[in-house]
């Protein structure tokens, strides 16, 4: 009867249709706590362990200078491993609560800001990427064309020696909304990069406002439940590690794709498509939600099939047109970034299907003659477009309805793209992730998503290193994630305790949890 009463439940506060006990729980200070001093622990030793600058004025030649040799940066690597160790602990967590239906979409927000706040100060974590971003911004105010040149030419020592050695000759692969952006932080913070780091950062999070504004309207459209949406787009490692500790574009360019999508589904289609645009002008990849939106538009026509795809076509690429020319003329640029599309292209990881496809099929070969590794690589690549254009064809056709299902499908194409490109970084993931995480998840499902999301941030060092050939260092990785997947489900999978406090077993498919 006890399990009968507490298996009562209630529509979600955010309306949907996914099953809520009837009860929220106290705020879980404890599992916020636990996150916060773990990103703590990131930022003090980031500054011995993370992308620091090549000349630190801050720990350069100072008495903890020790930190960022040797030794001591052992021990600061350690030390920031415990910290995202704490942090995905605390994750694991919270998301036992929100399966629990223990907390409100309000808690959630409130651990994910706790969380994010010591990383906003912190040098970047596991990459390098805004030393690029900076320099990329500083290149125009120096009458350098951003998409013809690197950052080597640069006459700023301070500037360029922070960007990895792999993009220093380099042109920028952004659109110009980003360039935009970019030189005016570069304008404001000089060769100062401690300054612009902090600056890039906070310019990027306009991306976390536009989410956080979308997601409750995207959770309405799609079905999902709103605070296990926010622990997975909001609270999770990849947006407080990587999109804002990092940071890295992506975090900007999703913000303007969600909310994009969602002002698309509000029938206010001109705003959607402006704001899609402009994703699009931070990174290209947004461009390719634009085609599902039109099915979304058509569908709220009232005329012929033809007719209103005819309309709602036509009417989506004026305002492309339109808003990236603005954008492109107020940035100062030319189309050159077309052609820089490319740049990514070098990166060459197994995290990308067809590359990984190539790689496994020239260890093979190579074993019996020796073959040239970059012919398989470039021939697998080319039947991976090859599918990734047949995926994204069928999946816009089949979502000539509209509404919400052509959001899904486009969600899933966006996935596939980020998996079957020539290059696959791991923040690429993300692009698809926050329009889904919208979407009804099962429990078993969001394991394997904490899992992946783990993964995906170990994959590089700290410093912003490709880790993913380090075959003993993945290993560990691949068994530290699917322990997290596994604890979201169940409190102590290793069974290496036989006590627990009743309020840590806030999870699901636990005698503990029928009691709530």
Same mark, same amino acid.
């Given at each position: 009867?006890?399990?009968?009463?507490?298996?009562?439940?209630?529509?979600?506060?955010?309306?949907?249709?996914?099953?809520?006990?009837?009860?929220?729980?106290?705020?879980?200070?404890?599992?916020?706590?636990?996150?916060?001093?773990?990103?703590?622990?990131?930022?003090?030793?980031?500054?011995?362990?993370?992308?620091?600058?090549?000349?630190?004025?801050?720990?350069?030649?100072?008495?903890?200078?020790?930190?960022?040799?040797?030794?001591?940066?052992?021990?600061?690597?350690?030390?920031?491993?415990?910290?995202?160790?704490?942090?995905?602990?605390?994750?694991?967590?919270?998301?036992?609560?929100?399966?629990?239906?223990?907390?409100?979409?309000?808690?959630?927000?409130?651990?994910?800001?706790?969380?994010?706040?010591?990383?906003?100060?912190?040098?970047?974590?596991?990459?390098?990427?805004?030393?690029?971003?900076?320099?990329?911004?500083?290149?125009?105010?120096?009458?350098?064309?951003?998409?013809?040149?690197?950052?080597?030419?640069?006459?700023?020592?301070?500037?360029?020696?922070?960007?990895?050695?792999?993009?220093?000759?380099?042109?920028?692969?952004?659109?110009?909304?980003?360039?935009?952006?970019?030189?005016?932080?570069?304008?404001?913070?000089?060769?100062?990069?401690?300054?612009?780091?902090?600056?890039?950062?906070?310019?990027?999070?306009?991306?976390?406002?536009?989410?956080?504004? /979308? +997601? #409750?309207? &995207? %959770?309405?459209?799609?079905? =999902?439940? !709103?605070?296990? $949406?926010?622990?997975?787009?909001?609270?999770?490692?990849?947006?407080?590690?990587?999109?804002?500790?990092?940071?890295?574009?992506?975090?900007?360019?999703?913000?303007?794709?969600?909310?994009?999508?969602?002002?698309?589904?509000?029938?206010?289609?001109?705003?959607?498509?402006?704001?899609?645009?402009?994703?699009?002008?931070?990174?290209?990849?947004?461009?390719? /939600? +634009? #085609?599902? &939106? %039109?099915?979304?538009?058509? =569908?709220? !026509?009232?005329? $012929?099939?033809?007719?209103?795809?005819?309309?709602?076509?036509?009417?989506?690429?004026?305002?492309?047109?339109?808003?990236?020319?603005?954008?492109?003329?107020?940035?100062?640029?030319?189309?050159?970034?077309?052609?820089?599309?490319?740049?990514?292209?070098?990166?060459?990881?197994?995290?990308?299907?067809?590359?990984?496809?190539?790689?496994?099929?020239?260890?093979?070969?190579?074993?019996? %003659?020796?073959?040239?590794?970059?012919?398989?690589?470039? $021939?697998?690549?080319?039947?991976?477009?090859?599918?990734?254009?047949?995926?994204?064809?069928?999946?816009?056709?089949?979502?000539?309805?509209?509404?919400?299902?052509?959001?899904?499908?486009?969600?899933?194409?966006?996935?596939?793209?980020?998996?079957?490109?020539?290059?696959?970084?791991?923040?690429?993931?993300?692009?698809?992730?926050?329009?889904?995480?919208?979407?009804?998840?099962?429990?078993?499902?969001?394991?394997?998503?904490?899992?992946?999301?783990?993964?995906?941030?170990?994959?590089?060092?700290?410093?912003?290193?490709?880790?993913?050939?380090?075959?003993?260092?993945?290993?560990?990785?691949?068994?530290?994630?699917?322990?997290?997947?596994?604890?979201?489900?169940?409190?102590?999978?290793?069974?290496?305790?036989?006590?627990?406090?009743?309020?840590?077993?806030?999870?699901?498919?636990?005698?503990?949890?029928?009691?709530?």
């Amino acid at each position: 009867m006890v399990a009968e009463n507490a298996e009562k439940q209630t529509t979600a506060p955010d309306g949907s249709s996914e099953p809520f006990p009837e009860r929220i729980g106290p705020l879980p200070k404890r599992t916020i706590a636990l996150g916060t001093l773990g990103s703590v622990l990131i930022l003090l030793s980031a500054f011995g362990a993370a992308g620091i600058l090549v000349s630190d004025p801050v720990l350069g030649h100072g008495p903890l200078s020790w930190i960022r040799y040797g030794h001591g940066q052992m021990l600061a690597t350690g030390v920031i491993y415990l910290g995202f160790g704490l942090v995905v602990w605390a994750w694991v967590r919270l998301g036992r609560h929100v399966l629990a239906g223990r907390v409100a979409p309000g808690s959630v927000l409130l651990a994910a800001a706790c969380w994010m706040a010591p990383l906003v100060i912190a040098p970047p974590v596991f990459t390098r990427d805004v030393f690029s971003y900076i320099a990329q911004g500083t290149l125009p105010l120096f009458g350098h064309d951003p998409y013809s040149v690197g950052p080597i030419v640069l006459d700023l020592q301070s500037v360029v020696q922070n960007v990895h050695p792999f993009w220093q000759t380099t042109p920028a692969p952004y659109g110009p909304m980003f360039i935009l952006l970019a030189k005016g932080v570069a304008w404001v913070a000089g060769t100062n990069m401690i300054a612009g780091v902090v600056l890039m950062r906070v310019t990027l999070m306009i991306g976390l406002g536009l989410l956080l504004w /979308a +997601l #409750p309207g &995207l %959770v309405r459209h799609l079905g =999902g439940n !709103l605070s296990t $949406t926010l622990w997975l787009a909001i609270a999770g490692p990849m947006t407080v590690v990587h999109l804002v500790g990092g940071p890295h574009n992506d975090l900007l360019m999703v913000g303007f794709l969600a909310a994009g999508t969602l002002c698309v589904l509000e029938r206010k289609h001109v705003v959607g498509i402006l704001l899609v645009t402009l994703g699009v002008a931070v990174k290209a990849t947004a461009a390719i /939600a +634009l #085609p599902f &939106l %039109v099915w979304v538009w058509a =569908g709220h !026509l009232n005329s $012929t099939p033809v007719k209103n795809f005819v309309r709602a076509g036509a009417a989506a690429v004026g305002v492309f047109v339109a808003t990236f020319a603005v954008t492109t003329v107020a940035a100062g640029v030319n189309l050159g970034w077309i052609q820089a599309l490319q740049a990514p292209t070098m990166i060459v990881n197994w995290l990308s299907v067809p590359t990984a496809v190539g790689e496994v099929v020239h260890s093979v070969v190579d074993l019996f %003659v020796n073959a040239n590794k970059s012919w398989f690589v470039n $021939t697998t690549r080319v039947l991976g477009a090859l599918v990734f254009v047949w995926i994204a064809a069928r999946q816009w056709w089949q979502s000539r309805a509209g509404g919400s299902d052509a959001v899904r499908r486009m969600s899933f194409v966006l996935f596939a793209v980020a998996v079957l490109s020539p290059a696959t970084l791991p923040w690429y993931l993300t692009w698809g992730f926050v329009i889904a995480a919208a979407l009804p998840w099962q429990r078993r499902q969001l394991a394997i998503l904490v899992s992946a999301a783990v993964f995906l941030v170990l994959t590089y060092s700290p410093a912003g290193e490709d880790l993913l050939y380090n075959w003993v260092f993945i290993a560990c990785a691949v068994a530290v994630s699917v322990l997290a997947g596994f604890s979201l489900l169940r409190v102590d999978p290793l069974g290496l305790f036989t006590d627990h406090r009743e309020d840590d077993l806030v999870g699901v498919d636990t005698p503990t949890a029928a009691k709530v």
